[in-house]
């Protein structure tokens, strides 16, 4: 039975190609004109970002910091340094001025005592993405000061009491010179190689997971707008005589959905990027089949429990869009809060990594979408039998 209503519900679809193709169109139509005015609105940002420096305390230390700032390979191409005098409100609110970078007068001073004197950055909300770099020098500068007070430890611990105060003063100066050098990685402030030692996707990569999964979902909301099973009375005449419960309908829509899911994985997440790159071709099948089992359970749940076809599809909508962000599917985990890092949601974009990077299989993280996609499972039974009390 539930067969029989699944193939109906396939023959249904596929006398529409049209509809079917425009279902599949759209979503990567809407991604092309986004992606792109995106791109171009980042583009003309970061051509010419200018990142204005106020030095108050005009120090060997200080200086050579916004040396190594300044001659750093991966931001000289985009960023413009501007020494500049004067107080921090002079500046504020000029259009072409991405961050303001204020190094406070005794900052040199404090750190020769122990003391880590904070580096000001004003971000201009005006430019997000150019300001985005104002924020990497202040992590820089955070690693410049922990990397000083490093130098300034070991002199002070190991050497202070033998040496006169002008050697011990030059050989601070040496000593935070050198371990500067070493944390900032001369003149390498973005190490890339790194990315595999911190279980992170590299950019190409998150890219085509963010993509894939993006266009799916859209994919996923068009297709249920468009093919919903039609509530036709003699259709439903008809499953009453045969007993068709709402649980055996149930099942057979997560058949039709992950059905035609599996098929829109193989072409758009397997076959096109495997044209690109070499990719294990069962692993991530596995990988996108569990995601797309998760997506389409947690539509079927919410059109049981909430019975609105409209309603039901804003709703899956946020949920969906939501869980895409914080499971690192979208976004990369460094612009994700703690908490979301820490969730079971993030375990997708762990699996990735395991199956993509490493080329093994992730078996804790597909365990736990198997038990999540059970889960789903139990709660869609409940909601089906609680629909069918109703009635």
Same mark, same amino acid.
């Given at each position: 039975?539930?067969?029989?209503?699944?193939?109906?519900?396939?023959?249904?679809?596929?006398?529409?190609?049209?509809?079917?193709?425009f279902v599949i169109s759209l979503p990567i139509a809407i991604v092309l004109i986004v992606g792109?005015?995106?791109?171009?609105?980042?583009?003309?940002?970061?051509?010419?970002?200018?990142?204005?420096?106020?030095?108050?305390?005009?120090?060997?230390?200080?200086?050579?910091?916004?040396?190594?700032?300044?001659?750093?390979?991966?931001?000289?191409?985009?960023?413009?340094?501007?020494?500049?005098?004067?107080?921090?409100?002079?500046?504020?609110?000029?259009?072409?001025?991405?961050?303001?970078?204020?190094?406070?007068?005794?900052?040199?001073?404090?750190?020769?005592?122990?003391?880590?004197?904070?580096?000001?950055?004003?971000?201009?909300?005006?430019?997000?993405?150019?300001?985005?770099?104002?924020?990497?020098?202040?992590?820089?500068?955070?690693?410049?000061?922990?990397?000083?007070?490093?130098?300034?430890?070991?002199?002070?611990?190991?050497?202070?009491?033998?040496?006169?105060?002008?050697?011990?003063?030059?050989?601070?100066?040496?000593?935070?010179?050198?371990?500067?050098?070493?944390?900032?990685?001369?003149?390498?402030?973005?190490?890339?190689?790194?990315l595999a030692e911190m279980n992170t996707l590299a950019r190409e990569q998150q890219a085509y997971?963010?993509?894939?999964?993006?266009?799916?979902?859209?994919?996923?909301?068009?297709?249920?707008?468009?093919?919903?099973?039609?509530?036709?009375?003699?259709?439903?005449?008809?499953?009453?005589?045969?007993?068709?419960?709402?649980?055996?309908?149930?099942?057979?829509?997560?058949?039709?959905?992950?059905?035609? @899911? #599996?098929?829109?994985?193989? *072409?758009?997440? /397997? $076959?096109? !990027? %495997?044209?690109?790159?070499?990719?294990?071709?069962?692993?991530?099948?596995?990988?996108?089949?569990?995601?797309?089992?998760?997506?389409?359970?947690?539509?079927?749940?919410?059109?049981?429990?909430?019975?609105?076809?409209?309603?039901?599809?804003?709703?899956?909508?946020?949920? @969906? #869009?939501?869980?895409?962000? *914080?499971?690192? /599917? $979208?976004? !990369? %985990?460094?612009?994700?809060?703690?908490?979301?890092?820490?969730?079971?949601?993030?375990?997708?974009?762990?699996?990735?990594?395991?199956?993509?990077?490493?080329?093994e299989i992730p078996i804790i993280e597909w365990l736990v979408m198997g038990a999540v996609v059970?889960?789903?499972?139990?709660?869609?039974?409940?909601?089906?039998?609680?629909?069918?009390?109703?009635?």
């Amino acid at each position: 039975m539930i067969f029989t209503y699944s193939l109906f519900e396939l023959k249904r679809i596929l006398k529409s190609p049209v509809l079917l193709l425009f279902v599949i169109s759209l979503p990567i139509a809407i991604v092309l004109i986004v992606g792109m005015v995106i791109y171009q609105s980042v583009q003309s940002e970061l051509e010419d970002v200018s990142l204005i420096v106020i030095d108050e305390d005009q120090t060997f230390e200080t200086n050579t910091l916004i040396q190594q700032l300044e001659n750093d390979e991966t931001l000289a191409e985009h960023v413009e340094f501007l020494r500049k005098d004067g107080v921090v409100d002079d500046y504020v609110g000029q259009q072409n001025v991405a961050a303001i970078i204020r190094v406070p007068e005794g900052f040199t001073s404090q750190l020769r005592s122990g003391v880590n004197e904070p580096i000001d950055v004003y971000l201009n909300e005006r430019q997000p993405f150019a300001s985005q770099l104002g924020y990497l020098l202040l992590k820089s500068g955070q690693d410049y000061i922990t990397a000083a007070q490093s130098g300034v430890n070991t002199v002070n611990h190991y050497l202070g009491s033998q040496m006169s105060d002008d050697e011990r003063r030059d050989l601070v100066q040496q000593m935070t010179v050198h371990f500067t050098l070493l944390t900032l990685g001369r003149n390498s402030l973005f190490v890339e190689h790194n990315l595999a030692e911190m279980n992170t996707l590299a950019r190409e990569q998150q890219a085509y997971v963010g993509v894939v999964s993006l266009l799916y979902v859209l994919t996923l909301l068009f297709f249920n707008f468009l093919f919903k099973p039609k509530a036709w009375h003699g259709i439903e005449e008809r499953f009453t005589i045969i007993r068709l419960t709402e649980w055996k309908r149930s099942v057979s829509e997560f058949i039709v959905l992950f059905s035609m @899911s #599996i098929l829109y994985m193989i *072409i758009f997440a /397997l $076959i096109i !990027p %495997n044209l690109v790159t070499e990719i294990n071709m069962f692993l991530l099948l596995v990988q996108w089949g569990a995601i797309a089992a998760i997506f389409c359970l947690l539509y079927l749940l919410l059109d049981r429990v909430i019975k609105v076809p409209a309603f039901t599809l804003m709703i899956f909508s946020f949920l @969906s #869009i939501g869980l895409l962000f *914080i499971s690192g /599917l $979208i976004l !990369p %985990n460094a612009f994700l809060p703690e908490w979301a890092q820490n969730s079971v949601a993030y375990i997708m974009n762990q699996s990735f990594y395991t199956t993509i990077n490493v080329g093994e299989i992730p078996i804790i993280e597909w365990l736990v979408m198997g038990a999540v996609v059970f889960l789903l499972f139990i709660l869609l039974w409940l909601g089906t039998r609680r629909g069918e009390a109703l009635t």
